[in-house]
C-alpha cells in the first residue's frame, strides 16, 4: 500500500476545487462526476486505492434489483458511496457540522438519496453509507446494531469542496483509507461525541481525539491474529476449531479477591435447563442428535448470555464433536439471522436461505434432478402425467418434461413448496435439524417473534428438528408467548467458559500460525531486529496476560462475554500505547519478557485513543456519573459501593430498586437519575437484573465481578483514577484551576517530570472527589441513611489504597529513567 499523507490529500483537493466550477457549467451527468470528482476525492484525497473500489454493484432484494456507485472496503468494514451529478441540489442546515437523519435530512433529493444508500447498505450487510454530488459530503452510519435508530442516528455533514478545505482534518481522519482500516469510521459515528463543557478535563488536552498508530509489530503479526483471536476466522477451520474450543467451564461461587458471593449467572428461565458446558452433561446435546428419530422431531432452545459462545458451540457440536454423527446421516441447515437485513421477511429469509443450502447440498445431492427433486415431485409428476397432461405426454414426450419442468420451476420460484417438498423427501427415513441463530441480531420484538412462529411451522411441515439458539434475555421476553407456550421443548444453557483458558488455547494457536516465520524489523531507535522465529512474540504474549493480575483484569473486564475479552486483547496488541518491538528485543537478547500490568490495561481500554472517554469505552467513569450536577457526580459509585458491600453477606440475594429510589430520594436523588444511572451501569456489565431482563424501575439487582473489580482493586489504581479524571467535569472553582494548571504543564513536559505532574494532579482529583463525598455523607447522615449510603471510601481507604499505587508508579518510572541511561551509555 502506497504511504499517503494528509498533505498529499490537501494539495489534491485544491486542485480538485479550482477545477470543480467547471464541471457545474458543463452540468456533468452521474456518471461523469463520477469519474471527474468523486473518483478524485476518493483516490486523490483520500487514498484509497483502485482494488478497494467495486463500482456498479449488484444489490438485489425480494426480486428487486439495483446497483450500488461505489463499494469502498477495507480488511475490516466497508462503505456504500451513491454518487449524484455535480450540481444536484441538497437541502443542507446551514453552519451544522451533523444532523439527524429523521431531520432536514430525510427531507428532498438527499433524503431520498440517504434513504436508497441505507436500503443498499442493508442488503449488502455494509455498515456505513455515503450520499455526494461531488461537492457536498453526507456520511452516516447505515446498519445499526446498538438500539440507535435510523432517524436518531447522527450524520456527519461536509456542504461543499471549500468546507472539506477548512476541515480537511476531520474529513481526512474520517474517511482516508488509513483512518478507516484503524476503525475511525466505527469509533467517530458508532461514537458520537458528546459537546464538552468547560470544565471537562479533556477539553484542555492537545488534540483529545487524535488516533495513535498501531505500534510497529503488529502488521506482522495481524494475521495470526485474525487467525486466532476472531471468531469469523475460527468457524470457518476445523483443525483451529479443536484447537481453540474450550468444552467446560466452572461456576465460582464467592470471590476471595473481591470478597464477594457471585450469584449464579443463570437466572431463572422458569424450566428445567441442562448446562451443556458442566462437566458432567458434556455431550448432552451430542446424545441427542445421535438418538434422534425420524418422524418424531424434536424443539430444542439454546440460552446463554451475551458471548457466552453459543455460536461456536453449534459450529464445534456440527463439525467436530458428532462430525461422525452427522455427515452423510443427518441433513443440518444452519441459518445465521446476522446476514438479513431489517427490512427482510423472515420467513422470506428462511426459505432463501433455505434454497441455497439445497443447491450447494453434495452430501445428500438435495439439488440433484435424479436423486432429489425428482423423487420429491413423483407423485405430482404421476397426477399431471395420468390428468390434465395426460394427452401431451402421448403426443409430445418433449413439450410434457418442459410442462412439468416448467411447475417446477413456478414452485421454485414461489420458494416455499420447492424448498418444503424437497427437505420433507430428504428427512422421509433420516432425521435432520434445522438450526435457527442469532436471532437476537434482528432489534425488533415482533420481528424476532415472527421468526420464532415461521421457523418452527417451517421445521413441523417438513419433519425436521430445530435447533433455536437465543441469548437469555431473549427467551425470557418472549417465554409468554405461544411459541414457547404451547410446545414442549429440551432447553440447553452454555455457561461461558472463563476468558483465561480461551485465551491460552488461542496463544497456542496464533504460535503455530506464525511458526517459523522470519523477518526484520527496524525498532523506534532505528536498530534493525532480526526476528528468526516470530512465534515467540506470542510466548510473551501469553506470559503477560495470563499472568495472575493481568489475567485476572482481562477476565474481569471481559464481563463473562468471551467475544469481548477477545477484543480486549486485540485491541492491547495493535495499540499504539503497546511497545510490542521493544518487548520482543529484550525477549530475544534476554530470554524473558512480561509486559507491565499498567501497559496491557493502557492497550486494551485505550486502544488506538489518546486518552479516554467514557462514550468510546467499554469501561463506564465510575467518579463520574454525567449528571450535570456535583451533587450527583458520584451516584454511579454510590450504588456500586453499596451493591458489592451487601454482597458480602452470603445471604445476600438482590437489592430492589424501588428501595434504592425510595432510600434515595430522602437526599433529593430523583428517580430518572437513578434509572439513568442504573442503565449505564448494566450496559457496562456492572450490574445485573435476577430476572435477566433489562434493569428498570421493578427490577431486582445484583452487582456483577466487573463491579466488584471496579471497587476493590481498579478504581483504587492510578491508571484508572486518571483515565477517569480526564474524562470527567470539575465544578468546583479551586480544584479546577489546578487540575487545568497542572493538565497544561504535563501536555508541555517531558516524560520524567511529566510522571510526577500526573501524580499531583491524581492527588488533586482525590481530593476533589473526597470533598464531593464528604458532602454526600453528611447528607445521607442528616436523613438516617448513613449506614447502607454514607460510608467515606475515597478520602479514606481509597486514598491510601491509591498513595500505595502512586509508590509503584514513581518506581516503574524510576527503571525507566534507569533504563534510557544504560542506553545512552552504551551508544
Request: some cysteine; charged content about 25%; hydrophobic content about 40%.
Amino acid at each position: 500500500m502506497r504511504n499517503f499523507t494528509i498533505d498529499q490529500g490537501h494539495a489534491a483537493l485544491e486542485g480538485l476545487i479550482s477545477s470543480y466550477a467547471k464541471h457545474v457549467l458543463s452540468k456533468a451527468n452521474e456518471a461523469e462526476t463520477r469519474l471527474k470528482v468523486i473518483d478524485k476525492i476518493l483516490k486523490d484525497v483520500l487514498g484509497w486505492e483502485d482494488d478497494d473500489i467495486s463500482v456498479e454493484v449488484r444489490c438485489s432484494e425480494d426480486g428487486k434489483t439495483e446497483f450500488a456507485d461505489y463499494v469502498v472496503r477495507t480488511a475490516t468494514t466497508a462503505l456504500i458511496v451513491e454518487a449524484k451529478k455535480v450540481g444536484e441540489a441538497f437541502s443542507l442546515p446551514i453552519d451544522r457540522k451533523s444532523g439527524k437523519l429523521g431531520g432536514v435530512l430525510k427531507e428532498g433529493s438527499v433524503g431520498e438519496a440517504i434513504r436508497q444508500v441505507r436500503d443498499y447498505c442493508r442488503t449488502k450487510s455494509i455498515p456505513f453509507g455515503i450520499v455526494t454530488n461531488g461537492s457536498a459530503w453526507i456520511i452516516f452510519p447505515a446498519v445499526r446494531t446498538d438500539e440507535v435508530s435510523f432517524e436518531e442516528t447522527q450524520a456527519r455533514i461536509f456542504r461543499n469542496l471549500p468546507d472539506i478545505r477548512n476541515r480537511i482534518v476531520e474529513f481526512w481522519e474520517l474517511m482516508s483509507r488509513q483512518r478507516v482500516g484503524e476503525g475511525n469510521l466505527d469509533n467517530e459515528l458508532l461514537s458520537p461525541e458528546k459537546n464538552t463543557s468547560a470544565r471537562r478535563v479533556i477539553s484542555l488536552v492537545k488534540e483529545p481525539g487524535f488516533r495513535l498508530g498501531r505500534n510497529a509489530l503488529y502488521e506482522y503479526i495481524e494475521p495470526a491474529v485474525n487467525s486466532a483471536l476472531t471468531d469469523e476466522a475460527l468457524l470457518n477451520d476445523i483443525e483451529a476449531l479443536k484447537l481453540c474450543y474450550v468444552k467446560s467451564s466452572e461456576r465460582l461461587k464467592y470471590d476471595s479477591r473481591l470478597q464477594m458471593y457471585v450469584n449464579d449467572a443463570k437466572t431463572h428461565l422458569g424450566h428445567k435447563t441442562t448446562r451443556v458446558r458442566a462437566r458432567k452433561s458434556t455431550g448432552y446435546l451430542e446424545t441427542r442428535i445421535s438418538q434422534d428419530i425420524p418422524g418424531r422431531p424434536r424443539f430444542v432452545v439454546l440460552l446463554g448470555s451475551v458471548g457466552a459462545g453459543k455460536t461456536t458451540f453449534l459450529h464445534y457440536t456440527r463439525k467436530v464433536s458428532i462430525v461422525s454423527q452427522i455427515n452423510n446421516k443427518i441433513p443440518w441447515f444452519y441459518i445465521d439471522f446476522k446476514k438479513t437485513t431489517a427490512n427482510q421477511n423472515p420467513r422470506h429469509f428462511i426459505y432463501e436461505e433455505l434454497l441455497g443450502l439445497i443447491e450447494s447440498d453434495m452430501e445428500f445431492s438435495l439439488g440433484d434432478w435424479g436423486k432429489s427433486i425428482m423423487p420429491a415431485y413423483s407423485d405430482f409428476i404421476t397426477n399431471l402425467e395420468r390428468g390434465p397432461l395426460f394427452l401431451l405426454k402421448k403426443s409430445d414426450r418433449t413439450k410434457f418434461d418442459l410442462e412439468i419442468s416448467a411447475a417446477i420451476m413456478k414452485q421454485r420460484d414461489d420458494l416455499v413448496p420447492y424448498v418444503e417438498r424437497i427437505i420433507k423427501y430428504a428427512l422421509q427415513e433420516r432425521a435432520g435439524f434445522l438450526v435457527i441463530d442469532n436471532v437476537d441480531q434482528i432489534d425488533d420484538e415482533k420481528r424476532q417473534n415472527e421468526v420464532f412462529v415461521e421457523a418452527q411451522a417451517a421445521a413441523q411441515r417438513m419433519g425436521s428438528n430445530i435447533i433455536m439458539s437465543l441469548r437469555e434475555s431473549t427467551f425470557l421476553r418472549h417465554r409468554g408467548s405461544p411459541i414457547f407456550d404451547a410446545f414442549q421443548f429440551d432447553s440447553l444453557y452454555i455457561d461461558p467458559p472463563s476468558v483465561l483458558p480461551v485465551l491460552s488455547r488461542r496463544f497456542s494457536y496464533a504460535r503455530q500460525v506464525l511458526a517459523k516465520k522470519k523477518i526484520e524489523l527496524t525498532l523506534e531507535s532505528g536498530i534493525r531486529l532480526t526476528v528468526p522465529d516470530l512465534s515467540v512474540f506470542f510466548n510473551i504474549v501469553a506470559q503477560s496476560i495470563l499472568a495472575a493480575d493481568s489475567g485476572f483484569m482481562i477476565e474481569m473486564l471481559s464481563g463473562g462475554d468471551i467475544r469481548r475479552g477477545l477484543a480486549l486483547v486485540r485491541e492491547f496488541l495493535s495499540s499504539g500505547h503497546t511497545t510490542a518491538d521493544r518487548a520482543l528485543q529484550i525477549y530475544i537478547n534476554e530470554g524473558k519478557y512480561k509486559f507491565p500490568s499498567h501497559e496491557i490495561f493502557k492497550g486494551a481500554v485505550l486502544g488506538k485513543r489518546k486518552v479516554y472517554r467514557e462514550e468510546e469505552s467499554l469501561v463506564p467513569n465510575l467518579f463520574d456519573a454525567k449528571m450535570g450536577t456535583e451533587t450527583l457526580q458520584l451516584l454511579r459509585f454510590h450504588i456500586v459501593a453499596r451493591l458489592v458491600t451487601l454482597a458480602s453477606d452470603p445471604t445476600f440475594e438482590g437489592l430492589q430498586v424501588t428501595e434504592v429510589i425510595e432510600q434515595l430520594h430522602l437526599v433529593g436523588v430523583p428517580s430518572k437519575n437513578i434509572e439513568l444511572c442504573l442503565s449505564v451501569l448494566h450496559q457496562g456489565r456492572i450490574i445485573r437484573s435476577t430476572d435477566g431482563l433489562t434493569v428498570d424501575s421493578s427490577s431486582k439487582i445484583i452487582p456483577n465481578r466487573l463491579a466488584g473489580y471496579l471497587f476493590h482493586t481498579l478504581g483504587r489504581s492510578f491508571n484508572f483514577i486518571e483515565m477517569c479524571l480526564i474524562d470527567s467535569y470539575i465544578y468546583k472553582e479551586e480544584f479546577w484551576e489546578k487540575i487545568a494548571s497542572l493538565t497544561n504543564q504535563i501536555e508541555s513536559a517531558n516524560d520524567d517530570a511529566g510522571v510526577k505532574l500526573r501524580i499531583d494532579r491524581v492527588r488533586v482529583y482525590i481530593e476533589y472527589l473526597a470533598c464531593i463525598e464528604e458532602k454526600w455523607v453528611v447528607e445521607c447522615n442528616r436523613r438516617g441513611l448513613g449506614n447502607p449510603w454514607g460510608q467515606q471510601l475515597i478520602g479514606t481507604e481509597f486514598k491510601i489504597a491509591i498513595e500505595a499505587d502512586i509508590k509503584k508508579v514513581l518506581a516503574s518510572a524510576q527503571r525507566m529513567v534507569v533504563r534510557k541511561r544504560r542506553k545512552v551509555t552504551v551508544k
